[in-house]
């Protein structure tokens, strides 16, 4: 692939809690959600209510919350990683923990709450869709105040995930951790994932967009984001809010754009088995990329096929791939210039 302007390749605790050394420095810093998924897959996962029983071929407790996945697709493409967020003091959070730990992610800074439940999110995937429940429990707790600045002063990356989910407790202080983030060496990501209130945003979130170097929203977010009917007159407009953009777009790839030129790479289509985290693995090869010396296009590669990849098995992460793998999908990829009227 020969990508515009491409730049070659560079260079509270708990028992189940894996921490980073102090005073090393840390590839990427994830801050957002982090709770179990319970994962329904099958071609019919459509509830039957009326006290029906249906069997499904197959139910499975997995790593869920965006930024958890991001983290361990991150970790298992060779970043050092930490996690920020919020658990209960609970099996559901000690899972959590135990899981992610075995994974290399850091979980030092994951605040473990005795006054909530740890959130639970219920998928029912059909392998190219699925249905998202989630109760938020002590997700929505993780405030400004949780994130060590410490620990931002050691990181080359700050990526913040699932803003909707955060906005009430984080929303307040993000611009902040963003600016400190910032004058401490770091590039800053964010993906704000769907907003279940519907309301799609006020000045907190724009006041984090005009700081953060790059937003990560998938097609149907990054429409409802700037309020237009389309992603053709999308564009233009989250762009101009300040950061660079990179919408996901599923087995089409994805669209990069800088505020003066847009181009959309893709890699060669797998046949999924389920998409649950797709797009968080994309966030992870993206970042990989970007950490590597890569430019905006050829990271968005490794992030199209650290997403595709991941879509080989159920779950968020049983098949995140290894950097290797994800460089060999990527070194496939093509770059082309969308058409101005649907950047299709």
């Known amino acids: 692939m020969s990508p515009p302007d491409a730049v070659p390749p560079g260079a509270g605790l708990h028992p189940d809690a894996a921490a980073v050394p102090p005073e090393q420095p840390v590839d990427l810093v994830v801050i957002g959600d982090c709770n179990p998924d319970v994962l329904v897959l099958g071609d019919d996962v459509t509830p039957a209510f009326g006290q029906q029983e249906k069997l499904v071929p197959t139910m499975s407790l997995v790593v869920g919350g ?45 605040a473990v709450r005795g006054d909530a439940p740890t959130g639970m999110t219920v998928a029912l995937s059909n392998g190219g869709d699925r249905a998202i429940l989630t109760a938020l429990g002590a997700v929505g707790s993780l405030t400004a105040a949780d994130v060590p600045a410490a620990l931002l002063g050691r990181a080359r990356h700050v990526h913040i995930s699932s803003y909707f989910l955060l906005e009430d407790s984080l929303g307040p202080g993000l611009a902040a951790v963003i600016s400190a983030a910032q004058a401490a060496g770091a590039t800053v990501s964010l993906d704000t994932n769907w907003d279940p209130s519907g309301r799609w945003g006020d000045g907190r979130l724009a006041a984090a967009l005009a700081r953060a170097d790059l937003l990560l929203p998938n097609e149907a977010e990054a429409i409802q984001l700037s309020g237009e009917p389309d992603l053709a007159a999308a564009v233009p407009v989250l762009t101009a809010a300040g950061p660079r953009l990179v919408v996901k777009l599923g087995a089409r790839g994805a669209l990069c754009a800088d505020g003066t030129r847009c181009y959309r790479v893709s890699v060669p289509p797998v046949t999924p088995v389920d998409a649950t985290g797709a797009g968080d693995c994309f966030n992870a090869g993206l970042i990989a990329g970007l950490l590597r010396g890569l430019g905006l296009a050829e990271a968005a590669a490794l992030g199209c096929a650290a997403g595709a990849l991941s879509t080989r098995a159920p779950g968020g992460t049983a098949s995140c791939p290894d950097l290797p793998s994800a460089l060999a999908v990527a070194g496939t990829a093509t770059a082309t210039t969308p058409s101005p009227s649907t950047l299709a």
């Open 66 to 110: 965006s930024a958890s996945i991001t983290a361990v697709a991150a970790a298992r493409l060779g970043l050092s990683v930490a996690l920020v967020a919020a658990v209960g003091d609970d099996p559901a959070g000690q899972f959590m923990l135990g899981q992610l730990a075995g994974e290399g992610v850091a979980t030092d800074a994951v």
